[in-house]
């Protein structure tokens, strides 16, 4: 019964937060004084069950300006899983990390004992390192035109 409850929230919050982050996002394309500055955050993540990773990336990819990118394997043993996020709007990293951790503790509220610190989780600009349109290495079916 308890999970059953957890899940109708989580559906409830979830739900809000897509319909907020489209609005926000909305907003932010129609202001011309907003620009899009797209990171890539390393999050590393609590969650361990396949599960709970699948409703968390898949969340983080429902939710409008964010996309689950792939998953990195753990550098030492026991250690984190990292997610690869990247976020459209990505002017306050800090804000955003927050908002993953935040999502992170509705999928599994008993992360809230295990606080994780925004500033401690690496992030960067995400850059297109892809060869130029006119480059003819680039194989026919990757391009474009």
């Not at 993540?45 to 396949?50: A, N, V």
């Not at 550098?75 to 997610?83: A, C, D, N, R, S």
């Not at 809230?112 to 390192?129: A, F, G, H, L, M």
């Given at each position: 019964?308890?999970?059953?409850?957890?899940?109708?929230?989580y559906t409830c919050w979830?739900?809000?937060?897509?319909?907020?982050?489209?609005?926000?996002?909305?907003?932010?394309?129609?202001?011309?004084?907003?620009?899009?500055?797209?990171?890539?955050?390393?999050?590393?993540?609590?969650?361990?069950?396949?599960?709970?990773?699948?409703?968390?990336?898949?969340?983080?990819?429902?939710?409008?300006?964010?996309?689950?990118?792939?998953?990195?394997?753990?550098?030492?043993?026991?250690?984190?899983?990292?997610?690869?996020?990247?976020?459209?709007?990505?002017?306050?990293?800090?804000?955003?990390?927050?908002?993953?951790?935040?999502?992170?503790?509705?999928?599994?509220?008993?992360?809230?004992?295990?606080?994780?610190?925004?500033?401690?989780?690496?992030?960067?600009?995400?850059?297109?390192?892809?060869?130029?349109?006119?480059?003819?290495?680039?194989?026919?079916?990757?391009?474009?035109?």
């Amino acid at each position: 019964m308890r999970g059953i409850i957890h899940a109708a929230g989580y559906t409830c919050w979830i739900i809000k937060e897509i319909f907020a982050a489209g609005f926000d996002a909305v907003f932010k394309a129609f202001n011309p004084a907003t620009k899009i500055e797209p990171i890539v955050i390393y999050y590393p993540m609590r969650l361990r069950t396949d599960w709970e990773v699948f409703w968390f990336t898949t969340s983080i990819t429902a939710t409008p300006g964010t996309l689950s990118m792939g998953l990195r394997h753990p550098i030492e043993p026991g250690g984190p899983i990292t997610l690869l996020v990247q976020a459209a709007f990505g002017s306050d990293p800090e804000d955003i990390i927050a908002g993953l951790a935040d999502m992170e503790e509705h999928v599994r509220p008993s992360l809230r004992n295990s606080p994780i610190d925004p500033k401690t989780v690496t992030w960067e600009p995400y850059v297109d390192q892809g060869p130029t349109p006119d480059d003819d290495t680039v194989p026919p079916a990757e391009r474009m035109n």
